[in-house]
T-cell receptor, first 110, second 116 residues
Framework: DAKTTQPTSMDCAEGRAANLPCNHS???????VYWYRQIHSQGPQYIIH???NNETNEMASLIITEDRKSSTLILPHATLRDTAVYYC???????????FGGGTRLMVKP | EPEVTQTPSHQVTQMGQEVILRCVPI?????FYWYRQILGQKVEFLVS????????KSEIFDDQFSVERPDGSNFTLKIRSTKLEDSAMYFC??????????????FGPGTRLTVL
C-alpha cells in the first residue's frame, strides 16, 4: 500500500473549518484513501473514504486532487470534540489491514 | 447503533501468564481484526480473520498469539505466555466486507493489558 505523509499537528479555532492535508504521491489506480480518527486512546473511528471523486458524509468532506496524489479532509465546523489524531490511510482493493502512521494531531481551540 | 464491544476494559497479569481478550463484533460482520497500540505509539495491525481462519497476520503475531471465534458472536485473542512488552491497548475491529472499497472497520473501545 502507498505511503502517506501528514503534518504532525494542526490547530483550528472552534466553529471554523479544519482542513487536514495528506500526501500520497505513490498511490496507484486501485487504491482508496481512508480517513480515521482516534480521540484520546479510544478505538479509531472511521470518518470517510474515496477513490477518485470528492465525497461528503455527515462527519466530513474528502477532496481528492485530480492526479490523486494528495487529499484533504475537511471538518466544516470544528468543535472541541473533534480534537483527535487524524489518520490518512491508503488501502488497495484487496486490502484488508489498516496501516496507521503517525497521523495529524488536531487541536480545536475555543 | 450497533457497536463492537470488548471485555475486560483493563486486564492486569503477571509475566508468563496466559490472557484471553474478548470481543463481540457487530452481528452481521464477516471480517474481524485485532490491533494493538503500545502507549504513545502507533496503532499496529496484528491479525485479520475471515471464514474461521486467519487471512493475514503481521510479524508481531507470533506463536504466542492465537485467535478464535468459539461461537457465533465472540472473537478472542489469546496470548499464551505474556511478556512485559505485550503491555498495550488491544483493539478489536470488524467490517462487513473486507475489500478495499468497502473496508469501513468499526473498532471497539479496547482492552488495556498491563503485564507486571
Amino acid at each position: 500500500d502507498a505511503k502517506t505523509t501528514q503534518p504532525t499537528s494542526m490547530d483550528c479555532a472552534e466553529g471554523r473549518a479544519a482542513n487536514l492535508p495528506c500526501n500520497h504521491s505513490t498511490i496507484s489506480g486501485n487504491e482508496y484513501v481512508y480517513w480515521y480518527r482516534q480521540i484520546h486512546s479510544q478505538g479509531p473511528q472511521y470518518i470517510i473514504h474515496g477513490l477518485k471523486n470528492n465525497e461528503t458524509n455527515e462527519m466530513a468532506s474528502l477532496i481528492i486532487t485530480e492526479d490523486r496524489k494528495s487529499s484533504t479532509l475537511i471538518l466544516p465546523h470544528a468543535t472541541l470534540r473533534d480534537t483527535a489524531v487524524y489518520y490518512c490511510i491508503v488501502l488497495n482493493n484487496a486490502g484488508n489491514m489498516l496501516t496507521f502512521g503517525g497521523g495529524t494531531r488536531l487541536m480545536v481551540k475555543p | 447503533e450497533p457497536e463492537v464491544t470488548q471485555t475486560p476494559s483493563h486486564q492486569v497479569t503477571q509475566m508468563g501468564q496466559e490472557v484471553i481478550l474478548r470481543c463481540v463484533p457487530i452481528s452481521n460482520h464477516l471480517y474481524f481484526y485485532w490491533y494493538r497500540q503500545i502507549l504513545g505509539q502507533k496503532v499496529e495491525f496484528l491479525v485479520s480473520f475471515y471464514n474461521n481462519e486467519i487471512s493475514e497476520k503481521s510479524e508481531i503475531f507470533d506463536d504466542q498469539f492465537s485467535v478464535e471465534r468459539p461461537d457465533g458472536s465472540n472473537f478472542t485473542l489469546k496470548i499464551r505466555s505474556t511478556k512485559l512488552e505485550d503491555s498495550a491497548m488491544y483493539f478489536c475491529a470488524s467490517t462487513l466486507v473486507g475489500t478495499g472499497g468497502y473496508n469501513e472497520q468499526f473498532f471497539g473501545p479496547g482492552t488495556r493489558l498491563t503485564v507486571l
